[in-house]
């Protein structure tokens, strides 16, 4: 099963040219999920050749400007586009009264149903699930409201082992009932207990999202165990009372956390239009944490 | 003196890949105004290095989110720059609560004061004037309220002849005065009228913004005699039934305005996303306006 995430933008508020402001597509199972939405995301959209019609959900982080501001854009093109399937907007409850006013204003009625789920900064929540995966936020801290968010794959059947099907001839239509526990007669009326034919799926995956926040490990019970574990890391270390006084997290702080919560894989992002040159950043966490890598636009890494 | 427009962004709403939504940069003398903004021209500034610092006016022509959804993160980069000089921003009285609404929930108190000076589509206005220009609105007919801009460049002063200043040692500072008419007196006495020193300023310039508008006339007064005229041509002439249904114009259309308005240059612009190869459009409009130019991003255009 898939479970993949593209960076589409990984800089922070300040724009610095060919660098783009905070957006990510998760892919699970092929079903894509967009992760924050920066200006300029529907360009990136279509320069990654992710078409913005396969997108049903949507996750906003928080209202800064570099985590939102591409979105109006990007409903009102898909609205273009004559889009009908609903589409799931998550985030913060002021985000709602900032899209109104923008459609009433332009006096763009969505052809599409546009759902709102208002996220909640001050708890964990579980906001979504399908059969593939369940998605929580947790609150993050930074100089507004500003959520995380984790996807877990879900506990998933057991894999059939491909040579019983071969040996014994198991219809293609048993196979799923096989995975679900049932045991299997062939023809001689031999049982085949199910858990002989199967054997252990692999264990579930896990992504976080922690951007932006100050570095304050409240929130590393809600991380702990992830797989991949994209985290800001807007400054290098030498900075780091500017990373508290602004509420961002330097990169060495970023690889503590991934540490800490014994994360399999760092994606460190969020960078200041400060640092032209981004491998310091990544040095600088591999100090501490071996698997940290950058979050560079346009590059896809396997959760 | 310099006056010249660069085009940022000439595409229409639909997003098309290395093509940008609405945004131009007027130079007049060294002083840029930033006509439209749409998603995006934070990037198309630094890629054309022009220093957003630089701007202190810009102008919106109406609430269709490919003219002002860069709007939020420009302003907000501004205020992370650290400026202090005002800026002044004309455009629809929606677009005021627009602003407010984000920099509320972003807790963005702009270092700098934000002058919003609301335009009202209905009738014309002078709206700013400095030594060297007058701005006024226009109305265009478009599917929500949108105003057309017209930069007039101020009729200057007379050109002292160089030959004359050599040949009579007339001192430096003694040239404004005889600009303004007055006569001057050289060492032995002998009085030389101001016109004899002087010739006639090349005659006043003008450029006229117009995006989004149906094709219907009613604004050819106030585009009269304009020396470079902007017209949106989002269609070519085999689609004007669809381009009259969405209150936008054709490139053959735009070229009879041109025409009609006896402008001397038509730079054409707001192209829709169908059209992949631009010349086409050019080729139309140049049936009935030979200098019809396409306003092609990164370029920068003598008004």
Same mark, same amino acid.
């Given at each position: 099963?898939?479970?993949?995430?593209?960076?589409?933008?990984?800089?922070?508020?300040?724009?610095?040219?060919?660098?783009?402001?905070?957006?990510?597509?998760?892919?699970?199972?092929?079903?894509?999920?967009?992760?924050?939405?920066?200006?300029?995301?529907?360009?990136?959209?279509?320069?990654?050749?992710?078409?913005?019609?396969?997108?049903?959900?949507?996750?906003?982080?928080?209202?800064?400007?570099?985590?939102?501001?591409?979105?109006?854009?990007?409903?009102?093109?898909?609205?273009?586009?004559?889009?009908?399937?609903?589409?799931?907007?998550?985030?913060?409850?002021?985000? /709602?009264?900032? *899209?109104?006013?923008?459609? !009433?204003?332009?006096?763009? %009625? =969505?052809?599409? +149903?546009? #759902?709102?789920?208002?996220?909640?900064?001050?708890?964990?929540?579980?906001?979504?699930?399908?059969?593939?995966?369940?998605?929580?936020?947790?609150?993050?801290?930074?100089?507004?409201?500003?959520?995380?968010?984790?996807?877990?794959? /879900?506990?998933? *059947?057991?894999?059939?082992? !491909?040579?019983?099907?071969? %040996? =014994?001839?198991? +219809?293609? #239509?048993?196979?799923?009932?096989?995975?679900?526990?049932?045991?299997?007669?062939?023809?001689?009326?031999?049982?085949?207990?199910?858990?002989?034919?199967?054997?252990?799926?692999?264990?579930?995956?896990?992504?976080?999202?922690?951007?932006?926040?100050?570095?304050?490990?409240?929130?590393?019970?809600?991380?702990?165990?992830?797989?991949?574990?994209?985290?800001?890391?807007?400054?290098?270390?030498?900075?780091?009372?500017?990373?508290?006084?602004?509420?961002?997290?330097?990169?060495?702080?970023?690889?503590?956390?991934?540490?800490?919560?014994?994360?399999?894989?760092?994606?460190?992002?969020?960078?200041?239009?400060?640092?032209?040159?981004?491998?310091?950043?990544?040095?600088?966490?591999?100090?501490?944490?071996?698997?940290?890598?950058?979050?560079?636009?346009?590059?896809?890494?396997?959760?």
């Amino acid at each position: 099963m898939k479970f993949e995430v593209t960076i589409l933008g990984s800089s922070s508020a300040t724009p610095i040219f060919n660098r783009n402001p905070s957006a990510q597509v998760l892919n699970v199972n092929e079903r894509l999920f967009l992760i924050d939405c920066g200006e300029g995301t529907q360009q990136q959209l279509l320069k990654n050749g992710i078409k913005a019609q396969r997108l049903n959900h949507i996750f906003i982080s928080h209202l800064h400007g570099d985590h939102y501001l591409g979105l109006v854009g990007l409903l009102s093109s898909l609205h273009l586009y004559g889009r009908t399937r609903p589409m799931y907007v998550f985030g913060p409850p002021e985000l /709602k009264e900032i *899209l109104d006013i923008q459609f !009433k204003y332009s006096q763009t %009625e =969505l052809r599409y +149903p546009l #759902e709102f789920y208002a996220t909640q900064a001050e708890k964990n929540e579980l906001i979504y699930e399908n059969p593939d995966i369940r998605i929580e936020t947790f609150p993050l801290e930074h100089r507004i409201p500003c959520t995380g968010f984790r996807f877990n794959q /879900k506990k998933r *059947l057991p894999k059939i082992i !491909k040579e019983k099907v071969e %040996e =014994l001839g198991i +219809p293609i #239509e048993m196979i799923p009932l096989i995975k679900r526990g049932i045991d299997f007669t062939d023809k001689k009326g031999v049982v085949h207990a199910a858990a002989e034919l199967t054997q252990e799926a692999d264990p579930p995956r896990s992504y976080a999202y922690c951007s932006d926040t100050i570095c304050n490990w409240k929130y590393i019970d809600q991380i702990q165990g992830v797989s991949t574990l994209y985290h800001e890391a807007t400054f290098m270390h030498d900075m780091s009372t500017r990373a508290a006084e602004t509420f961002h997290t330097t990169s060495l702080e970023a690889a503590q956390i991934a540490a800490k919560a014994g994360a399999e894989q760092l994606l460190l992002g969020h960078f200041s239009a400060r640092y032209r040159e981004l491998e310091p950043l990544q040095e600088e966490a591999r100090t501490v944490f071996a698997n940290a890598k950058l979050a560079l636009e346009g590059h896809t890494f396997a959760v």
